[in-house]
């Protein structure tokens, strides 16, 4: 659980929280937890008196930050959506993608947001990967401190065309869940979605954590899911996760599982 600590406004003033990493993005690459968030958490942002998104580290292309512009703003009309860069070359090739409710500036961790601003949603996707895992909670907290009221941070990672991916998301306290997700009609096994843990779980899938135990699991559970498979992989993978809750605390329902997600408690791996 985090204590709510005040922006750091001295920082802001000075350089952005962070280092330019690789810029690797690809179209769609993120669809699968934008449309998880519309779906599970649109209600927040239709709910927002300020509907502010900021996408922190879209990489070398815009792409995906106006990609979750338009799709955000199928459920929320006026939502603006900033995506911000720490490298300012990708901050130029990105200006041309401006619009109304949508811009992009130079701007790390602290998220420099004109007039110190509060984001609903904070999406920070493969950004954090290519940190040191000791940097994840300094970083969590700072992301989170700076949330509106009821507002959720999505940090995570995918492979590079978005078949798999798995997230952490965080309100204001510490992170609340794991969601992982899966494209069903390439994915071998439950265990492949491992190589795509977020930074805070990637090194610890090793006997005796328990993110290693969920996947041994799952892979149980999938083994044992194999005659359901006969009507193919969703039927599989959904047999899997009904199996899985049983034991796990699986917070959502056969409906995101038929979208070959999952999302757990983060008690239970965390
Ligand atoms: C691998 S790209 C991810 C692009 C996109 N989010 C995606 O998932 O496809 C990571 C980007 O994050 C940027 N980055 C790294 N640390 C950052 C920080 N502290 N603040 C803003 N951008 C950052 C890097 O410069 C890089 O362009």
């Avoid at 939502?79 to 811009?103: F, H, K, T």
């Avoid at 130079?106 to 998220?111: A, M, S, Y």
């Avoid at 401190?145 to 952490?168: H, I, K, N, S, Y």
Wanted: charged content about 25%; glycine content about 8%.
């Amino acid at each position: 659980m985090y204590e709510r600590r005040p922006p750091p406004r001295a920082a802001v003033a000075r350089r952005p929280v962070g280092a330019i990493t690789r810029g690797t993005t690809n179209h769609n690459r993120l669809r699968r937890v934008d449309r998880w968030f519309l779906a599970t958490y649109g209600g927040v942002l239709r709910a927002g008196s300020d509907p502010l998104v900021v996408d922190v580290g879209y990489g070398a292309s815009p792409v995906t930050t106006v990609e979750l512009f338009e799709r955000l703003r199928v459920a929320r009309p006026d939502v603006r959506v900033v995506g911000l860069e720490i490298d300012q070359a990708r901050v130029d090739a990105a200006l041309p993608y401006q619009r109304d409710g949508l811009r992009f500036a130079r701007g790390g961790f602290e998220l420099p947001l004109p007039g110190r601003r509060s984001p609903l949603l904070v999406r920070a996707f493969n950004v954090l990967r290519q940190y040191p895992e000791s940097e994840v909670a300094p970083t969590w907290r700072m992301l989170c401190d700076r949330l509106a009221p009821g507002g959720l941070l999505v940090e995570g990672t995918c492979d590079e065309l978005g078949r798999l991916a798995c997230w952490v998301t965080l309100d204001a306290a510490g992170p609340r869940t794991l969601t992982m997700a899966a494209r069903l009609a390439s994915l071998s096994s439950p265990a492949a979605l491992a190589e795509r843990l977020p930074k805070a779980l990637i090194h610890r899938n090793v006997p005796g954590e328990r993110i290693n135990a969920w996947f041994a699991d799952a892979e149980r559970a999938w083994a044992l899911s194999a005659p359901e498979g006969v009507f193919g992989r969703r039927q599989r993978w959904t047999a899997t996760i009904g199996r899985l809750a049983s034991r796990w605390p699986v917070l959502d329902r056969a409906d995101r599982w038929r979208q070959g997600e999952v999302t757990i408690a983060w008690e239970a791996v965390g």
